[in-house]
């Protein structure tokens, strides 16, 4: 936890961090270098002043309650449904409305065109709607049949 000495929420919920000379740091943020390519490695804890404070290089490397702490943080923070299901599409033209599966539930969303389907990596997807919201796909060929063969008509 190299310059890290106790990390812990204050009664608003806030995060406060004490630093290794024990100087108090109030509503710190994480923010993720790599959220997508890398979510558990580099993370930064900011202060309101948008500086960094403290560096972490694992989120692995944290004692339990901190990881814990950071992780619901972060899921707080940063909205990327996963995908873990197409259910339905009601094109297969751009724009076509989806109707997804998703690890936060059910929704619906607008897809403008093709470009809006971004590869990220080993058979990983973001998928922008048209307001916006971005979801992730992290594995195109871990879904089942009928989502696979839904979304190769528009990749």
Do not use: C, Y
């Not at 500086?51 to 309650?65: F, K, S, T, V």
């Not at 065109?113 to 990220?120: A, G, V, Y």
């Amino acid at each position: 936890m190299s310059n890290i000495q106790s990390l812990a929420r204050n009664p608003f919920g806030r995060l406060i961090l004490v630093d290794a000379a024990g100087q108090t740091h109030d509503n710190v943020t994480p923010v993720r270098a790599h959220p997508l390519s890398a979510p558990e490695e580099g993370i930064s804890l900011v202060g309101t002043d948008g500086h960094e404070i403290a560096w972490i290089d694992r989120l692995g490397d944290l004692p339990e309650a901190v990881r814990t702490l950071l992780r619901d943080e972060l899921d707080h923070r940063e909205v990327t449904p996963t995908v873990l299901k197409l259910l339905a599409v009601s094109t297969f033209s751009t724009p076509s409305q989806w109707t997804v599966e998703t690890d936060r539930g059910a929704t619906e969303f607008i897809l403008k065109s093709e470009e809006d389907i971004r590869r990220i990596g080993e058979g990983r997807l973001l998928i922008a709607s048209s307001h916006g919201l971005h979801f992730l796909v992290p594995d195109r060929f871990s879904l089942d049949r009928h989502s696979r063969k839904l979304l190769e008509r528009f990749l």
